[in-house]
């Protein structure tokens, strides 16, 4: 929800903002025509990308409810589909500070140093 705040300022950055969720489309969708959620939520509900970037939580086994779920982050993925930075934390009840994450996306739009493929793990 915080990030739909967010939104506008990373607009102006002509940044895309998406979420994605291990939660299947029909519970997505549902959620976001409840919340009026302004951007793409996706489905990853086989964990083929929570598995691709290496974010699933490892404490639930297959079989388990929790199966699948990610460690809260945040990805910046450039314009070349390279993920540019990381923001992860291991506690799945904090997220990223978007101050933080806005600050370092901003930072490596408007560097002419800005190197492809940098991670950045808070």
Do not use: C
Not at 18 to 31: E, G, L, Q, R
Not at 50 to 56: D, L, P, S
């Amino acid at each position: 929800m915080q990030l739909a705040e967010w939104q506008s300022r990373f607009a102006k950055l002509e940044v895309n903002v998406a979420a994605m969720s291990y939660d299947p489309t029909k519970v997505i969708a549902a959620f976001a025509a409840s919340q009026k959620i302004g951007y793409p939520l996706l489905s990853d509900a086989s964990h083929t990308h929570v598995n691709a970037f290496g974010i699933r939580n490892e404490d639930y086994p297959e079989g388990d409810a929790a199966y699948g779920i990610p460690h809260p982050g945040i990805l910046f993925i450039d314009t070349d589909d390279i993920v540019a930075l990381k923001f992860a934390l291991p506690d799945y009840r904090k997220r990223p500070e978007l101050t933080d994450v806005y600050a370092s996306v901003a930072k490596l739009l408007n560097s002419s140093e800005a190197q492809p493929g940098v991670t950045t793990t808070e």
